[in-house]
């Protein structure tokens, strides 16, 4: 079955420093990715989604791009701030699916 | 525009009492709906999606149950709550066609006492 692998955290970072967050997923055909993040007390939120192979996703500075000869959808960003702090879920669909497969989580921790 | 509305926020209940959390999505129709969970410091556990009124699917057997009495009413119910219960409960739903991004409420937290 389709599975999501994303690295353990939590991570702790100073401000504008550069994060990558590593994805790594399995699954049958291909499948659409996406990154979520959750600020604290709140719901998930989309970040940035990839639907083919090489597709580049990106928003608020955060991106990843759909590799699919490494089956893999890393977060980056080249600087962050205290206010990213949150927990990132990489998750994966494939077509004609109705479940959604998630990673376990990342904490990350911005320090001013 | 879709939203996606969920209460109560936060609740807290005896061990044996019962449960109702219920999450209504406007501005569309005919969406996937689902409930999901989330223990402290740990990732999802789906719990019930659902793709149809009256259609329920159970992803891991416990004393919960999900109903789906309108096309944009998706309920979480418990007879008797357990204290493993405790939780954040998330209610999502998507489009059936194109990218499927999932669209989250604001999360429901339960304390069970």
């Known amino acids: 079955g389709d599975s999501v692998t994303q690295m353990e955290g939590p991570v702790t970072l100073s401000e504008e420093a550069f994060l990558t967050i590593n994805c790594t997923y399995t699954?049958?055909?291909?499948?659409?990715l996406f990154w979520y993040v959750q600020y604290p007390g709140e719901g998930l939120q989309l970040l940035l989604k990839?639907?083919?192979?090489?597709d580049k996703g990106s928003n608020k500075g955060f991106e990843a791009t759909y590799r699919k000869e490494t089956t893999s959808f890393h977060l980056e960003k080249g600087s962050v701030q205290v206010s990213d702090s949150a927990v990132y879920f990489c998750?994966?669909?494939?077509?004609?699916?109705?479940?959604?497969?998630f990673g376990r989580g990342t904490s990350l921790i911005v320090h001013p | 525009s879709q939203t996606i509305h969920q209460w109560p926020a936060t609740l807290v209940q005896p061990v044996g009492s019962p449960l109702s959390l219920e999450c209504t999505v406007e501005?569309?129709?005919?969406?996937?709906l689902y409930w999901y969970r989330q223990a402290a410091g740990r990732g999802l556990q789906l719990l019930f999606y659902?793709?149809?009124?009256?259609?329920i699917s159970s992803e891991v057997p416990q004393n919960l149950s999900a109903s789906r009495p309108q096309d944009r009413q998706f309920i979480l119910s418990s007879k008797k709550l357990l204290l493993s219960d405790s939780g954040f409960y998330l209610c999502?739903?998507?489009?059936?066609?194109?990218?499927?991004?999932?669209?989250f409420g604001a999360g429901s937290r339960l304390t069970v006492l």
């Open positions: 999502a739903w998507t489009q059936i066609e194109g990218a499927n991004v999932l669209t």
């Open positions: 699954a049958t055909g291909y499948p659409s």
């Open positions: 990839a639907t083919k192979a090489d």
């Open positions: 998750a994966l669909r494939s077509g004609g699916s109705y479940i959604p497969t």
């Open positions: 501005g569309t129709s005919n969406p996937n």
């Open positions: 659902s793709v149809g009124i009256g259609q």
